[in-house]
């Protein structure tokens, strides 16, 4: 399948977009903050996170993130604040665009190279006005209620303008802009700078972080225009090949794919397959076993690209995949890269093809073995002729294979016997044994008996010590694993 994905990559020469755009990356978090998506899903954030277009940040009352632009900036996010992320394009291309919208709260803004080689396409929505830049330091600030409700932007280095229904002002260094919820005034700037303005006590890793920035931002752009020409787009053109809204419509298609199968919708699932896909059924067996067997299933996509051409769009993405095992809720992640085919039809866009790690079923779990030993030396050499049955408990698991009867494990002893013993399924990879046949004789292989002799030593006998061992052939890494477990025999 991937020399199938590889060849249509090769004949499509198409351009890269990154879809569910991502804006920037959290580098630093404190208090309270949560982050709502564009269908209103929310998620607490972590470090080295990305925020994506359609991602709104909520901070509490003690809640700050930074967040580092992916045009080498920096969007500071204070505590009682909610922004949203509506546009972020920072190719390095004239057409690059960011657009922020401010509910409430403040934040701080320094601005990378988008605001500086393109300021009129950068811009800060409110209620009741839009700010612009003019390569900024910045801080816009909304107060939703009262005598002091409006829009007010601070302006620590550069320019800004505030501009309303009625009017615009032009807001330099040191000087604080204001434009009222009260329509019948235009924005103008204010004597002194209002207390609400606080420092927070992040401030010196903000001036820090600002010196960085700054030093590798030129060197960003560089590397966004070089890969503009890779893709035969000129420095900072666009694309010449690939229509935006293909783009778009096969990543949501495959998004929408995802949450069907979260859900356990194997039939939607199925009519947005390719039937003369390689795997085809396979990959559907594999997507009804998991949806039966992992509970509460969330899928996150991160770092996703297209590549888009009449009918046909390629996706490669980095994919987390969260859920809970049945029976014991037996909390799971998988991780992984795929690349998706998408094919154009008459109904819509569908999956063609998929090659890379398999989100839809397990990943490839490492398998673990306990056992527990309830035999003993001296009641083995007191034993008569003849096998007994007794207490050797084996349990594996292995969420690779939920949904199989049995599997089996191999015995053997210090003296040399060897045994194959099956375990029969208890649900959700899980695979146990309690009892096995035990005789008191020199070692036997394969006769389906635990072949023990008690040697003396001194005054009492020892016996030999067991291992048990399973040969794991879906592991992450591809390659088969053995797992193993060795217990004395006391």
């Known amino acids: 399948m991937k020399k199938l994905i590889s060849g249509f990559v090769l004949l499509l020469s198409l351009a890269v977009f990154h879809l569910c755009q991502a804006a920037g990356t959290i580098e630093f978090i404190e208090g309270n903050v949560t982050i709502n998506n564009y269908k209103n899903e929310m998620r607490v954030p972590l470090l080295n996170e990305k925020v994506d277009v359609g991602d709104t940040i909520n901070t509490g009352a003690n809640g700050e993130v930074h967040i580092v632009t992916d045009d080498q900036g920096l969007i500071a996010v204070r505590p009682k604040t909610q922004l949203q992320f509506d546009t972020y394009q920072a190719e390095g291309r004239d057409d690059d665009s960011i657009v922020l919208r401010l509910l409430r709260g403040t934040f701080r803004s320094i601005t990378g190279w988008v605001a500086k080689r393109n300021p009129q396409h950068y811009q800060i929505k409110t209620a009741t006005a839009t700010i612009g830049v003019r390569g900024t330091d910045h801080e816009p600030f909304v107060i939703e209620d009262g005598a002091e409700a409006g829009t007010y932007d601070k302006v620590n280095e550069g320019g800004t303008t505030i501009d309303s229904a009625i009017g615009k002002v032009d807001v330099d260094a040191d000087h604080v802009g204001f434009a009222p919820k009260n329509a019948a005034h235009a924005p103008a700037i ?113 770092d996703t690209q297209v590549q888009a051409g009449p009918d046909l769009a390629v996706i490669q993405t980095n994919w987390e995949k969260r859920c809970l095992m049945l ?49 003993s030396c001296s009641v083995i050499q007191g034993m008569a002729n003849g096998a007994t049955l007794m207490s050797f408990s084996i349990m594996l698991n292995d969420p690779d294979l939920a949904g199989t009867g049995n599997v089996s494990v191999k015995l053997h002893t210090a003296q040399g016997d060897n045994e194959t013993v099956t375990l029969n399924a208890a649900g959700g990879g899980l695979f146990t044994v309690n009892t096995l046949l035990v005789n008191k004789s020199a070692p036997i292989s394969n006769n389906g008996v635990l072949d023990i002799l008690p040697i003396p030593q001194g005054q009492s006998f020892v016996c030999p010590s067991v291992s048990v061992m399973y040969l794991d052939t879906t592991t992450q890494s591809g390659m088969p694993q053995t797992v193993q477990s060795t217990v004395a025999i006391p």
């Open 327 to 375: 029976p014991a809720f037996t909390p799971r992640i998988d991780s992984g890269f795929s690349t998706f085919l998408m094919h154009k039809a008459k109904t819509g866009w569908g999956m063609a093809a998929l090659s890379g790690n398999n989100p839809f079923e397990s990943s490839g779990t490492t398998a673990t073995l306990s056992v527990a030993n309830g035999i």
């Open 190 to 302: 204010l004597e002194k700078t209002p207390e609400f303005f606080q420092p927070t006590r992040n401030e010196k890793s903000i001036e820090l972080k600002k010196s960085e920035l700054e030093k590798s931002r030129e060197n960003s752009l560089q590397l966004k225009q070089q890969d503009n020409l890779k893709r035969g787009g000129g420095v900072s053109g666009a694309p010449k090949i690939g229509d935006m809204a293909d783009q778009r419509n096969a990543i949501l298609a495959l998004e929408e794919l995802f949450r069907y199968y979260e859900t356990g919708n194997v039939n939607f699932i199925r009519n947005r397959l390719d039937p003369s896909m390689i795997g085809f059924q396979h990959l559907l067996d594999g997507i009804a076993t998991e949806t039966n067997q992992c509970k509460q299933m969330r899928i996150r996509l991160y």
